[in-house]
């Protein structure tokens, strides 16, 4: 139980376009997702935690109009990077709350998708 | 704000050997401390989840401690493989915030 996954799993796209990477929790509700990123040889940063049916709240530093965030429903999270550029390259990592399980605080994550913008 | 420190950042070890990696937080407040791996360009795989009522938790040749008092955890890997090799990371949560640890990039040499 308790599995997440992320679509796509890797991609390129041109510098401009927009991208976008869904999170799904597959055999339970996830009442809260977060979105990481992480750079090579990095630990990983959170950039925003979202709530389902509410907008996301972005950590500090996080451009909140480049990296468009959607919670449309208990199961399913997306990330839009929106006009890409190079340095948007990078491992992202989703997570999710197991709502019936918030009290353990418990987070279950993807397995990731990595990001090229050429 | 809370800070996760971990060390050593990278160690190479004979197969074999017994092993210790360390991780110390700033803010003692956490509900829970949780140890990942991460293989290269892979996502994270649970370890070891560390409640803040529990001192330590067990599975197979990990144990991990926590010890909230003096913000410190350890992830003890007895009997080392080479299948062991990869960076560890250590994540401290306190609610829904979770800040993570820089990893220690673990080589078991066969």
């Known amino acids: 139980g308790a599995v997440v996954s992320q679509h796509p799993s890797r991609v390129i796209c041109k510098s401009g376009t927009s991208v976008k990477i869904e999170c799904r929790s597959l055999?339970?509700?996830?009442?809260?997702m977060f979105w990481y990123r992480q750079f090579p040889k990095q630990s990983l940063m959170l950039m925003a935690t979202?709530?389902?049916?509410?907008?996301?709240?972005?950590e500090q530093g996080v451009e909140k109009d480049k990296f468009l965030i959607n919670h449309a429903s208990l199961t399913l999270s997306t990330l839009t990077v929106t006009s890409a550029h190079p340095e948007d390259s990078s491992f992202y990592i989703c997570?999710?709350?197991?709502?019936?399980?918030?009290?353990?605080?418990?987070?279950?994550f993807g397995p990731g998708t990595r990001l090229t913008v050429t | 704000k809370q800070e996760v420190t971990q060390i050593p950042a990278a160690l190479s070890v004979p197969e074999g050997e017994n092993l210790v990696l360390n991780c110390s937080f700033t803010d003692s407040a956490i509900y829970n401390l949780q140890w990942f791996r991460q293989d290269p360009g892979k996502g994270l795989t649970s370890l070891l989840l560390i409640q803040s009522s529990q001192r330590e938790q067990t599975s197979g040749r990990l144990n991990a401690s926590l010890d909230k008092s003096s913000g410190r955890s350890t992830l003890y890997i007895a009997a080392s493989q080479p299948g062991d090799s990869a960076t560890y990371l250590c994540?401290?949560?306190?609610?829904?915030?979770?800040?993570f640890g820089a990893g220690t990039r673990l080589f078991v040499k066969a």
């Open positions: 994540a401290v949560i306190g609610g829904f915030k979770t800040i």
């Open positions: 997570s999710a709350v197991d709502g019936g399980k918030a009290a353990s605080y418990e987070q279950y």
């Open positions: 979202s709530n389902e049916g509410s907008k996301a709240t972005y």
């Open positions: 055999d339970f509700q996830a009442t809260t």
